[in-house]
C-alpha cells in the first residue's frame, strides 16, 4: 500500500535516500498556474509532475489518463524516474492534487509500496523548516517501464455494469451540494449524482491546517454515513482529479478492492449521448434539491 508521511519523515528519506524523488503535483482549476508556483518554490530537489501532461489529449474529458504504456514510460523517464524509485508526491492545492498523482502512478504500474504523499504539503514542510529553491533542478533522464494495472480504473462500461448488479458501493467525493442536485459549474452537465451512490466530500478528510485526519476518524466518519471502509468501493467526483484522495484514504485503511472512476461526473452527467447509447437512462441521474439548496456553489 502508498504511506502517508510527515514533513520529517521526508526530510529523513530525503537525506538517507538514494533512489529517492520528490515530485510536486500541484493542480489546480482556479486559474492559479502550478508549474509557475512551481518554479518559484518548490522542496529542494523536487520535480513537477504536470498532471495534464499524463491525461490523454484524445479523449475530450478533462485529466483522464494516457493508457499508452510506452508513452506514460517515456513521460515518466524524463522526470528522472525509475521504476525503483521511492516517489515522495506533495502539493499546494486546495485539491489535493498529490493524491491523484499518486493514484496515476500505481496504476501505470509503480509500486504502491513505494510511493508517499506528504501530509500537509508544501506548507507542512516549510512550517517544519524543511529546504526549498526555486527554479528547475538538473537532473538526468531515466529508464522506465509502465504496465497499465486495470484493478485501479473504472470506465464509464463499468460503472454502467457496477450500477447494475452493485457490487460496489460507489462514493461520491463532490461538494454535498453538487451530489444533492445544484447547477454544475461545468456547462453541458446534468445535475444530481449516480442513483445509490454515497456523499463523502473531500473536504472531510482534512483539518483546518489541510492535514489528513486520523485515520480512525475518518473510518468512524465514513460508517456514520453508511459507508463501509472494507466493502469494494469506486470512488468518483467531478473530474476525477479529487476522487483518488478517498482512493488513498482506502489504501492506507487497507482496503484491496477499490478503484476509481476517471471520467467521473463529467462523462456521467453529460447531456449527450455517448455512441452506441439509446438514451440518457442508460446513466441515470438521482437530486434530491429543494429550495434550501443554493442556486449556485461558492
Known sequence: MPW???????DKFRKSQKSLIFL????????RDGKKEYIEKHIVGAQFFDIDLFSD?????????????????????SLGIRNDFKIIIYDNSDLHSSARALWMLKTVGHSPHLLYIL????KAWE????????????????NYT?????????????MKDALTHNYEQIVDVRHPARFAGAPEPRPGLRAGHI???HSFPFSTFFDKDGQFHPIEKLRKLMLSVAIDPKAPTIATCGSGV???????ILDIMDNNHHAVYDGSWTEWGSEKLYPGEKSLGERPVENCVDDDYPKKIE
Open 24 to 31: 510536486d503535483a500541484s493542480f489546480h482549476m482556479d486559474g
Open 195 to 197: 442513483p445509490g451512490s
Open 127 to 142: 512550517k517544519y523548516g524543511g529546504k526549498v529553491e526555486s527554479g528547475i533542478p538538473n537532473f538526468s533522464a531515466k
Open 242 to 248: 479529487t476522487a483518488p484522495i478517498l482512493d488513498f
Open 4 to 10: 502517508l508521511i510527515n514533513a520529517a519523515q521526508a
Open 57 to 77: 489529449p484524445n479523449n475530450p474529458l478533462p485529466h483522464t489518463l494516457i493508457k499508452d504504456e510506452k508513452l506514460i514510460g517515456e513521460k515518466l523517464a
Open 119 to 122: 501530509n500537509g504539503g508544501l
Open 146 to 158: 509502465a504496465k497499465f494495472q486495470p484493478n485501479y480504473y473504472r470506465d464509464l462500461s463499468q
